[in-house]
């Protein structure tokens, strides 16, 4: 070969430098590593300050009876119970609800910190220049934009699928309620249908918010 050896070790020095660079940028820190960690093991309790939203939509109330499987995999507290269980394994709530406590459990268990006065001193100079506020403007249409999809679909779900591929989810059922609401025997059916391993969610054809004429009646 017309290779020396020289430029074989030269080679190889190189692609070692070059793989322990993909690997410090790939890989994460100790302190990341330990964050998801903690993440993949904490369970959120129900009891975690979270707030309603001020005006919610008819998705943040619609109601979500999490089986087993799905309770395990978002990390949540069971609430719930079937008639004949020693304990409870499922959770019942509103998407809000579970937005708002995924949420609380991806920040660590602690509530959002406040913005300090620094910090919007810092903004609102930021926003005497024409030109800055004219951007930000724009980058805050969008994302308003994005959180009203988002905050209008079920994708707080979206972790679920694993489990749904793997058959610790059996299926997922959408349940309308007829004219008495979600209660009574509708929420029996919809208990027990969980217990049996199904997702289940049910549109809350009442769930105005409390500002409407019919949130009030």
Known sequence: SDVSDESLRAELARLRAELKKVKELTMPSDATAASLRIEASMVVPNAAPIKPPTNPS?????LLWLPEAAVKELGLE???????????LMWFG????????LSMRKMGGT???????ERKA?????????????MLLRIVARWKGAVCRL????????????????????????????????????FR????????GMLVIAPDGFGYPS?????QM
């Open 94 to 101: 509103r998407c809000w609800e579970l937005r708002a406590l």
């Open 211 to 215: 500002n409407t004429a019919m949130g």
């Open 122 to 134: 810092e903004l609102d100079a930021k926003l005497n220049d024409p030109e800055k506020k004219a």
């Open 58 to 62: 008819l998705m943040d109330n619609c």
């Open 78 to 88: 069971p609430n719930m119970d079937d008639k004949g269980d020693s304990k409870k």
């Open 111 to 117: 509530a959002e910190k406040p913005i300090s006065d």
């Open 189 to 196: 059916l919809c208990r027990m249908i969980c217990r049996m």
């Open 151 to 186: 905050k209008n679909s079920l994708n707080i779900l979206e972790r679920l699928k694993w489990c749904r591929a793997q058959g610790e989810i059996k299926g997922t059922l959408v349940y309308a309620h007829g004219s008495g609401g979600c209660s009574w025997d509708n």
